[in-house]
C-alpha cells in the first residue's frame, strides 16, 4: 500500500469513529427514550430517528449542508463554538457518517434496553440506588451486547457512508476523502482499478475485522453470558 | 417503629383502597389473587404513585398527596422482596448482596445476614445457577442488608415449588424472631398467616375490609369466606413450661395449661397452638372420667346459631384469651349455654397443633 492509501485508511477509521463517539450519548439516550418512555409524540420521535435511513443519502447531505454550511446559522454557530468552520472539513464527515449511521446505532441499543427486565430497576431502587445508578450498574451492563453490537454495525455504517459526506463536505484528498469517496473517485480515472482493488480488500478486512472484535469482546461482556 | 397507611390507587383500571397499620413484627396482607396486594405493597415502596392519601413510616411521611411529598424509591428505606427475587444476574450472589449496603444505616452485619440465611455456600456462584428457594433467600438477605426501616415481602414463597418452602420457613421464622423491624407480608396461604404473621390485614377487591391479630382473624367472621370454615378456629400463642418423658408437653397460655405432643419441643420455647373449632367440645358442670387432656375452664362470651344447618359457633374467654368451638344447635340449647356461663371446653392433647 502507498502512504495516500494509508492516509485513506487512517482518515475513513477516525472518521468513523469520531461519529461514534459523536453519535453514542444521543443514540443511548433516544434509545432509552423509545424503549422505556411512556410519552405523547413517541412515534413521531421514531419515525424521526429513521428517517435518515429511508431518506436518500443525498438529502440527508444537502440538509446538513443547508444548516452547517459556513454562512447557514448552524454553521456559524458551531464556527463560534469551536473556532473552526465544520463543512468541507473530517469533522463534517464524521458528521455526516453519525447522522446516516444513527438510527443502525439506536435500533439494537434499544432491543436491547428493552430485554432488560424493567423489575431489576425497580429492585436496585428500593435497595438504595438513584435512578441513574440503577441505570449505570443494571441496565447498561446488561444491555452491553446489544450496545456493542450497535457499535459495531454504526461503525461499520460510518464507514461505508458515500452519499451525505460527498454532498455534505465533497471529497477533499487528506480531509474528507474516506475510503467509499476514495474508490469511487479512483473508478472513475483511468488505471485506478488496481488502486481501488486493494481499498476495497482492505475495507472487507475492516469490517470482518470489527465484527470479530465485537463478538470476543461480547462474551467478556458481564450480560454477555446469560 | 410503624407504618401507616391510608391511601386510593388505581393500578390498570382497578382502585385500591387502603387503610392500615403495622407495627413491629409480621403483618400478613391477606388475599385472594388480584385484590390488590402487590399495588399496595409497591405504593408503600414508591414503585407506585397512590392518587390520594398518605403513607408514613415511623413518623416520617413517604408520600402525601396534599402535602406534595412522595420520595423515590431509594429514600424511603423500604426493603422489597419480590416474588420473582429479582436478583441481578450479571452478579455475584456476593455482589447482589452487597448492592444495597452503601445506602448502610443501620444495617445488620454481612456475616449475621449470610449465617442467619443459610447462604454461605452461595456467595460465588451467579444468580442462574441456584434454586428458586436458594434465590428466594438471597433475595431476603439483600433486602435487609440495605439497612431498611421497613421490610415488605411479597409472596415470597409462591415462585417456590411446594416440596421447597420448607427450605425457606425456617428462615423467614428466624427473620421474624431476630430481625427488629416491622415486616409487611403479601400471602394468600392461611398456613403462612399462621407460621409467620402476627397481625393480618384482610384484603378484598383492592380494599382493605378488617384487620386483627393472626388470633382475632382466624376466630372471627372476616376471614370465613376466604378460608372455608374448616380452617377456622382459635391461635393461641405460649410457652413450654414442660416436656414430659411420656411424649407430652405442657403449654402456658396466660395462665391456662394445655398438653400436646412433645415431638421438637424443648422447655421455655415459645410456640403458636391452633384449635380448630371443630375439635372443641364443652361440658357444663363436673368433669369426669373423660380421656381428654385439655379441660379449659372458660365463660361463654357469644352464641352464633347457623341459618339454616345444624351447628352453632360458640365464642369462649379463658383468661383473656379467645377460644372458638363448633357444636350442634341441639347440644347448645340442651346445655342451656348463654353469655357468662362458665364451662369447660374439652380439646383432645391429638388436636391441638403446633404452626411453630
Known amino acids: 500500500m502507498t502512504a495516500d492509501e494509508i492516509g485513506i485508511v487512517w482518515l475513513s477509521i477516525k472518521v468513523a469513529a469520531a461519529a461514534m463517539a459523536f453519535a453514542l450519548p444521543p443514540a443511548l439516550a433516544t434509545a432509552w427514550m423509545l424503549a422505556r418512555g411512556t410519552f405523547r409524540g413517541k412515534g413521531l420521535l421514531q419515525a424521526v430517528v429513521t428517517l435518515p435511513l429511508v431518506l436518500p ?9 443547508a444548516v452547517f454550511s459556513p454562512n447557514a446559522t448552524g454553521g456559524r454557530f458551531v464556527e463560534w463554538l469551536t473556532g473552526a468552520p465544520v463543512a468541507f472539513t473530517w469533522k463534517g464527515a464524521a458528521l455526516a457518517a453519525a447522522v446516516m449511521a444513527f438510527p443502525v446505532l439506536v435500533r439494537p441499543i434499544r432491543q436491547a434496553l428493552e430485554a432488560v427486565d424493567a423489575g431489576l430497576e425497580e429492585a436496585a431502587r428500593t435497595l438504595g440506588a438513584n435512578r441513574w445508578r440503577a441505570l449505570a450498574t443494571i441496565t447498561l451492563p446488561l444491555a452491553a451486547p446489544g450496545l456493542l453490537a450497535g457499535l459495531v454495525l454504526g461503525f461499520a455504517k460510518a464507514l ?6 460527498i454532498t455534505f463536505v465533497s471529497s477533499i484528498p487528506g480531509e474528507t476523502q474516506t475510503l467509499s469517496l476514495a ?8 488505471g485506478g482499478e488496481g488502486p481501488a482493488g486493494r481499498l476495497m480488500a482492505f475495507s472487507v478486512v475492516l469490517a470482518v475485522g470489527a465484527i470479530l472484535a465485537s463478538e470476543a469482546l461480547a462474551r467478556r461482556l458481564p450480560g454477555g453470558g446469560r | 417503629m410503624s407504618l401507616e397507611v391510608g391511601i386510593i390507587a388505581r393500578a390498570g383500571g382497578f382502585e385500591v383502597r387502603a387503610a392500615f397499620s403495622a407495627g413491629t413484627g409480621v403483618t400478613a396482607l391477606f388475599g385472594r389473587s388480584g385484590s390488590g396486594k402487590t399495588t399496595i405493597l409497591k405504593a ?11 403513607i408514613a413510616l415511623a413518623g416520617r411521611p413517604l408520600f402525601d398527596a396534599t402535602a406534595a ?4 424509591p431509594e429514600r424511603r428505606g423500604v426493603g422489597f422482596v419480590f416474588q420473582d427475587a429479582r436478583l441481578f444476574p450479571h452478579m455475584s450472589v456476593r455482589a447482589n448482596l452487597d448492592y444495597g449496603k452503601s445506602r448502610g444505616r443501620g444495617a445488620p452485619g ?8 443459610g447462604v454461605e455456600g452461595l456467595l460465588d456462584r451467579r444468580p442462574a445457577t441456584l434454586s428458586g428457594g436458594e434465590r428466594q433467600r438471597v433475595a431476603i438477605g439483600r433486602a435487609l442488608l440495605s439497612g431498611p426501616d421497613l421490610l415488605v415481602m411479597d409472596e415470597p414463597l409462591s415462585s417456590v415449588d411446594r416440596a421447597r418452602r420448607e427450605d425457606i420457613l425456617p428462615f423467614l421464622d428466624r427473620l421474624r424472631r431476630e430481625a427488629r423491624l416491622p415486616i409487611l407480608l403479601v400471602t394468600h396461604e392461611p ?14 377487591g383492592g380494599w382493605t375490609t378488617a384487620s386483627g391479630t393472626v388470633g382475632e382473624m382466624f376466630a372471627g367472621p372476616e376471614l370465613e369466606a376466604v378460608f372455608g370454615r374448616a380452617e377456622r378456629g382459635s391461635v393461641l400463642d405460649g410457652q413450654v413450661a414442660s416436656v414430659d418423658e411420656d411424649g407430652l408437653a405442657t403449654i402456658d397460655i396466660g395462665g391456662a395449661r394445655l398438653e400436646l405432643a412433645s415431638a421438637g419441643l424443648a422447655a421455655g420455647r415459645s410456640v403458636r397452638l391452633r384449635i380448630r373449632a371443630g375439635d372443641v367440645a364443652l361440658a357444663v358442670g363436673a368433669v369426669d372420667g373423660l380421656s381428654v387432656r385439655n379441660r379449659i375452664a372458660a365463660t361463654v362470651v357469644a352464641i352464633r346459631a347457623e341459618t339454616g344447618g345444624p351447628s352453632a359457633e360458640i365464642d369462649l374467654d379463658f383468661g383473656g384469651w379467645r377460644l372458638l368451638a ?15 356461663l362458665p364451662v369447660t371446653a374439652l380439646v383432645k392433647a391429638v388436636s391441638v397443633e403446633r404452626a411453630w
Open chain 1, 57 to 65: 443519502p443525498v438529502v440527508t447531505g444537502y440538509a446538513l449542508l
Open chain 1, 160 to 165: 461505508g457512508e458515500f452519499g451525505a459526506t
Open chain 1, 183 to 190: 474508490i469511487y473517485g479512483l473508478l472513475q480515472s483511468v
Open chain 2, 44 to 54: 408503600v415502596a414508591g414503585l407506585l404513585r397512590p392518587a390520594e392519601g398518605r
Open chain 2, 69 to 72: 411529598i412522595d420520595l423515590p
Open chain 2, 110 to 117: 454481612f456475616d449475621a445476614v449470610v449465617d442467619m440465611l
Open chain 2, 191 to 204: 398456613d403462612e398467616i399462621l407460621r409467620l404473621a402476627d397481625s393480618v390485614v384482610v384484603v378484598d
Open chain 2, 326 to 340: 363448633r357444636i350442634t344447635r341441639r347440644s347448645a340449647v340442651e346445655l342451656g349455654l348463654r353469655p357468662g
